[in-house]
């Protein structure tokens, strides 16, 4: 009998490609959602830093000039800046990654449903093989029987 072949290797192979791109880029943007909520933190930090060391000046009961308060209301405002571009960042960074899940999602089903397809073909496979050499053996013993 003829050796097995499955007549969709080639779209498996080709699946399994495509899902393992998925998985990279998954896992990239995934790390750059990290490294977006790091910088948050940092950012953060940096806020409340500044935010203490305002705090610090102005209850030690010196005189604050109007220079230091506006130079300190333009360093609160442009970190608040920051700290909503982050922000934006990160959200549009989830999306992209839940864009990218969505899309493994849909390739990991592809690669179980082709290789089951695949199992299911080489049981019937070895099922038809077995039926013939069933038959063969039944054959043999058949004409071995006649012959006595």
Do not use: C, P
């Not at 699946?15 to 896992?27: L, P, S, V, W, Y």
């Amino acid at each position: 009998m003829k050796k097995f072949k499955f007549q969709l290797e080639t779209l498996l192979k080709v699946t399994r490609r495509k899902k393992d791109e998925a998985e990279m880029a998954f896992a990239e943007v995934s790390r750059r959602l990290e490294e977006h909520r790091a910088q948050l933190q940092n950012l953060l930090h940096e806020l409340q830093e500044g935010q203490a060391e305002y705090a610090g000046r102005t209850s030690e009961g010196k005189t604050i000039t109007v220079d230091v308060i506006m130079i300190y209301t333009n360093f609160f405002n442009w970190k608040r800046e920051q700290i909503e571009r982050q922000q934006e960042l990160i959200l549009k960074t989830m999306q992209e990654r839940q864009q990218k899940l969505k899309k493994l999602t849909e390739l990991i089903t592809s690669v179980k449903s082709i290789e089951q397809l695949k199992e299911k073909r080489l049981r019937e496979y070895n099922e038809e093989l077995l039926a013939e050499e069933q038959k063969f053996l039944d054959e043999v013993g058949l004409q071995l029987s006649i012959r006595k």
